[in-house]
T-cell receptor
Framework: DAGITQSPRHKVTETGTPVTLRCHQT?????MYWYRQDPGHGLRLIHY???????DKGEVSDGYSVSRSKTEDFLLTLESATSSQTSVYFC????????????FGPGTRLTVL | AQTVTQSQPEMSVQEAETVTLSCTYD???????LFWYKQPPSRQMILVIR??????QNATENRFSVNFQKAAKSFSLKISDSQLGDAAMYFC??????????????FGQGTTLQVKP
């Protein structure tokens, strides 16, 4: 599972509050991803990173920002949380080779009241 | 844009029996990868099986096998000798393989599999 940890694992917050989720990996993988999982939608990509300070948007990026200042850490920030951002958030990584597998972290359950 | 569709929100199977989960996808690419992930109640995403589109042979991993029909854009998962531990949500996923591809996965909606003792 590529030594991926996510913190916090659970969080309850209020609308309008800023929230930062952290993904940490120990395998020196080049690519990192943030997905959100919602019933009826599967997992959808929020943002991804292809190297330190190199990031790009996914299909559901509105309301989210990311940063990657070190290879091992990929942060997802909700600048002003809304109830529609209540979800389970997954971080994933892969090495960068063309045929490798994507590994997932344990997920963070975020509830915005 | 690529899409992945799992038309069976829920399936059930008797222990020791065989079940097939369906997945269809849409893409204009000729080279890509397809995956099945399992998500048990622990929420951990576990890779079950993968298929490279250029390979005609269907992938197999122990009790899990796929039926890959490239022309029909179909990628079903067969679980043989079902076990109670197979109960989970299963996701089908697509990844392109172009030179500019960054490994993003596109997921289906998921199928919840119940295994009855």
């Amino acid at each position: 599972d590529a030594g991926i940890t996510q913190s916090p694992r659970h969080k309850v917050t209020e609308t309008g509050t800023p929230v930062t989720l952290r993904c940490h990996q120990t395998e020196n993988h080049r690519y990192m991803y943030w997905y959100r999982q919602d019933p009826g939608h599967g997992l959808r990509l929020i943002h991804y990173s292809y190297g330190v300070k190199d990031t790009d948007k996914g299909e559901v990026s509105d309301g989210y920002s990311v940063s990657r200042s070190k290879t091992e850490d990929f942060l997802l920030t909700l600048e002003s949380a809304t109830s529609s951002q209540t979800s389970v958030y997954f971080c994933a990584t892969k090495t960068g080779a063309g045929t490798d597998t994507q590994y997932f972290g344990p997920g963070t359950r975020l509830t915005v009241l | 844009a690529q899409t992945v569709t799992q038309s069976q929100p829920e399936m059930s199977v008797q222990e020791a029996e065989t079940v097939t989960l369906s997945c269809t996808y849409d893409t204009s690419e000729s080279d890509y990868y397809l995956f099945w992930y399992k998500q048990p109640p622990s929420r951990q995403m576990i890779l079950v099986i993968r298929q490279e589109a250029y390979k005609q042979q269907n992938a197999t991993e122990n009790r899990f096998s796929v039926n890959f029909q490239k022309a029909a854009k179909s990628f079903s998962l067969k679980i043989s000798d079902s076990q109670l531990g197979d109960a989970a949500m299963y996701f089908c996923a697509f990844r392109g393989h172009g030179s500019g591809n960054t490994g993003k996965l596109i997921f289906g909606q998921g199928t919840t599999l119940q295994v009855k003792p």
